[in-house]
């Protein structure tokens, strides 16, 4: 199989540059500054162990060219970006007849829950993945991944559920590339696991590393809340730790640990959006549909979101704003 990674950002990369150095047919895409570095350049990967520079394809978009027949779409975008990306590729034709969105499998390794219905508008196999890949992406044509002693956990299936031969390909391809990847009936309860985990991300981004705990505590108990309000499942804290177990924890890199989340590297790279609205602003639109009350989420949403229209630093929300956003406990 050939694939073809939409988004060489942290997990994109990290992701391409393990299936190219395991002997995988691999195109990148990117764009800006950071396609222009990895064409001259290559792509680098630096771990906890060492550092792999990838040199192959990277382009920015479909060409004219028909798709090869076997070529795997890994969706690695922020979730904003969704539509934009599967708008791009869904109608790139493919060897034999058909289109991209027709014929060939698309992997959404991506945070969020909302990806998967939205691809299924245009693609008409799509794969959910639940990623659990602490990686950064600051700096045209490099990316760190932290992971260790593996780079990264990937569950794989079907969406809306099962799995098929295709999710046991891939899971086999990213083995061998160094990954942890269970193929799962039901990955999407894995993926809303995932979910609750990164409520706290916006948190993390507003404040920095002296985040309020209780915050963090509050928009996941939100969570929780709304999602068995809505008899959606999602695995308990105690099921994720033993799937986790050891084997995806993360190590300095060049003597740094990890800068922060996704959503903290959106600030910091002042990209103008976040994934917030994917993330506690899934739970926010999940309770108002309910009638489930969400007033922390509702605060980080709208406090990322300023930070990112204003292109602030990360880390640089005032405190004392936080008090006419949510109430604090006593």
Known sequence: MRYLIIGAGAVGGTIGVLLGEAGRDVTLVARGEHLAAIRRQGLTLRTPDRAVTWHGPAVDGPGTAPLPADTVLVLTVKSQHTWA?????????VAGGGTAGERLPLFTAQNGVANEPTALRLFAHVHPVCVWLPATHLDPGVVIASGHPYPGMLHLGRYPAGADEVDAAV????????????????????????????????????????????LVDRVRAEGVAVLAAAGIAHPSDDEERAERGDRVGTRPVDGQPRSGSSTWQSLARAAGSTEADHLNGEIVQLGRRLGVPTPANSAVQVAVRRLARDRLPAGTFPPAELDHLVERPD
């Open 171 to 214: 899971s086999a391809d990213l083995t061998a590339a160094g990954f942890v990847a269970p193929v799962r009936d039901d990955v999407m309860r894995w993926k809303y696991g995932k979910l609750l985990n990164n409520l706290g991300n916006g948190v993390q981004a507003l404040f920095g590393a002296d985040h309020p705990r209780w």
């Open 85 to 93: 990306a599967l708008d791009a590729w869904a109608d790139a034709p």
